[in-house]
Structure formats: C-alpha cells, structure tokens
C-alpha cells in the first residue's frame, strides 16, 4: 500500500515561515517527480512547487522567492520551504507523486496551513 504522509502544517502570522514534509513509502521515489499543491475553500486545487527525478524544479509565479522545494532520496522524502507567507497561502497543502510512464499518480491526504494576517 503506497503512502505518502505530509507533515508539518500549522498555524503562522504573515512574514512566517513553514517546512512542510512528506515522506513516501515506495521504491520508484527515486525516479518520480515530486509535487506540492495546495486547494484553498472554494478554489480549485493548484500547484505550487515541482521537483523532477532530475532535480529539475518548477514554481507557481504565486510563490516564485518565498518558497522553495527540495527532495532527499535516501530518506524518501520531499520539503517544501515556506517563507514570507501571505494570508494568500492559507490552504490545503498536498504532497503528489508522479511517474506517468508507469501510469502512477499518488496524493497523501493534505495538510492544513494557515497564515494569519
């Protein structure tokens, strides 16, 4: 059964920082690109931040100099380094695993951040 379990959500005043983990237990960690995205009440559901298999990474415009996305593959796990947020932010943060070529697409069950203006 594959997981992928985030942590590290929370409560935090604007200008806050957050890091936000996830932790996946699969052996094709390695080689899928990891993701972040977020769903706000009432919105639809976006990302934030990628990371290849490469190391290759890809932000929303939205959080391009505050947030930054980071993989470890010996721990399976990928970061999500939240700084200078913004009441905007407030959401449901999701941590997604993906390797298309195999047909696989994970989500874990979200995380709840919220910043306070």
């Known amino acids: 059964q594959v997981q992928l379990v985030e942590s590290g959500g929370g409560l935090v005043q604007a200008g806050g920082s957050l890091r936000l983990s996830c932790a996946a237990s699969?052996?094709?960690?390695?080689?899928?690109?990891m993701g972040w995205y977020r769903q706000a009440p009432g919105k639809e559901r976006e990302l934030v931040a990628v990371?290849?298999?490469?190391?290759?990474?890809t932000y929303a415009d939205s959080v391009k100099g505050r947030f930054s996305i980071s993989r470890d593959n010996a721990k399976n796990t990928v970061y999500l380094q939240m700084n200078s947020l913004k009441p905007e932010d407030t959401a449901v943060y999701y941590c997604?695993?993906?390797?298309?070529?195999?047909?696989?697409?994970?989500w874990g069950q979200g995380t709840q951040v919220t910043v306070s203006s």
């Open positions: 997604n695993l993906n390797k298309a070529t195999l047909g696989i697409d994970y």
């Open positions: 699969v052996t094709i960690f390695s080689i899928s690109a």
């Open positions: 990371v290849s298999s490469n190391g290759r990474k």
